[in-house]
């Protein structure tokens, strides 16, 4: 039998992993929860709970979202793991940006650890802005980090049925979250610059000037 909080200390396991291999160990304990969220596959919340008899005692919160889990590996969700993680690092190791935004430094942070920011999720994205996604870089260090945890059985038990509406956004109140990958592509035409939007895998021709588009 699988007991159902044992998810959360399989969680526990692979931040302090984490925090050994790609942070050096300077980040605080935090706060890891598991709940849906429409728009987003986790969430990063600086201060997001108060102890209960310690009135100036606080604790950060990662959320990972268990119904995007479906179709997605364990090394898909450990990489939104520390994309969080890289929030928790700029909160308090860095110099934290407006609400909900992903600035260079972030951009910086997210790609010393192996995982290139990209609002796309895709080769190519934008490194910056407010919602943002990424992609392994992989032979980077969280890629081979993650291996090394995964070689030792660690495994993720527990996930929601896919919903039926994807999301495409992120961040809710002082949250900070990974964004799904979005569907479509854009498509300009650098010679006219009309473009157009379909599945990154599309091949588009430009009818104006009848060259490839993308």
Same mark, same amino acid.
């Given at each position: 039998?699988?007991?159902?909080?044992?998810?959360?200390?399989?969680?526990?396991?692979?931040?302090?992993?984490?925090?050994?291999?790609?942070?050096?160990? &300077?980040?605080?304990? &935090?706060?890891?929860? /598991?709940?849906?969220? *429409?728009?987003?596959?986790?969430?990063?919340?600086?201060?997001?709970?108060?102890?209960?008899?310690?009135?100036?005692?606080?604790?950060?919160? /990662?959320?990972?979202?268990?119904?995007?889990?479906?179709?997605?590996?364990?090394?898909? /969700?450990?990489?939104?793991?520390?994309?969080?993680?890289?929030?928790?690092?700029?909160?308090?190791?860095?110099? *934290?940006?407006?609400?909900?935004?992903?600035?260079?430094?972030?951009?910086?942070?997210?790609?010393?650890?192996?995982?290139? *920011?990209?609002?796309?999720?895709?080769?190519?994205?934008?490194?910056?802005?407010?919602?943002?996604?990424?992609?392994?870089?992989?032979?980077?260090?969280?890629?081979?980090?993650?291996?090394?945890?995964?070689?030792?059985?660690?495994?993720?038990?527990?996930?929601?049925?896919?919903?039926?509406?994807?999301?495409?956004?992120?961040?809710?109140?002082?949250?900070?979250?990974?964004?799904?990958?979005?569907?479509?592509?854009?498509?300009?035409?650098?010679?006219?610059?009309?473009?157009?939007?379909?599945?990154?895998?599309?091949?588009?021709?430009?009818?104006?000037?009848?060259?490839?588009?993308?």
């Amino acid at each position: 039998m699988f007991s159902p909080n044992s998810e959360y200390s399989n969680l526990d396991r692979a931040f302090s992993h984490f925090n050994d291999d790609l942070f050096g160990c &300077v980040l605080p304990g &935090v706060l890891i929860t /598991i709940h849906q969220h *429409p728009k987003a596959r986790g969430y990063f919340r600086r201060r997001a709970f108060s102890h209960r008899t310690d009135v100036e005692a606080s604790t950060d919160e /990662i959320c990972l979202c268990p119904d995007t889990h479906a179709g997605r590996t364990d090394h898909d /969700i450990l990489s939104t793991l520390s994309h969080e993680m890289c929030h928790l690092w700029q909160f308090h190791c860095g110099t *934290p940006p407006r609400r909900c935004y992903h600035d260079k430094e972030f951009a910086t942070k997210m790609e010393q650890i192996g995982l290139m *920011p990209s609002d796309t999720g895709l080769p190519g994205g934008r490194k910056t802005g407010q919602r943002m996604s990424h992609y392994v870089i992989p032979g980077g260090a969280f890629d081979l980090s993650c291996q090394a945890l995964l070689a030792t059985g660690w495994q993720l038990q527990w996930e929601q049925p896919t919903r039926q509406t994807p999301a495409s956004g992120v961040s809710t109140g002082a949250a900070s979250g990974e964004a799904p990958k979005p569907t479509h592509k854009k498509f300009p035409c650098t010679t006219c610059l009309l473009s157009a939007y379909a599945k990154p895998t599309a091949l588009l021709v430009c009818g104006q000037c009848l060259i490839e588009m993308g």
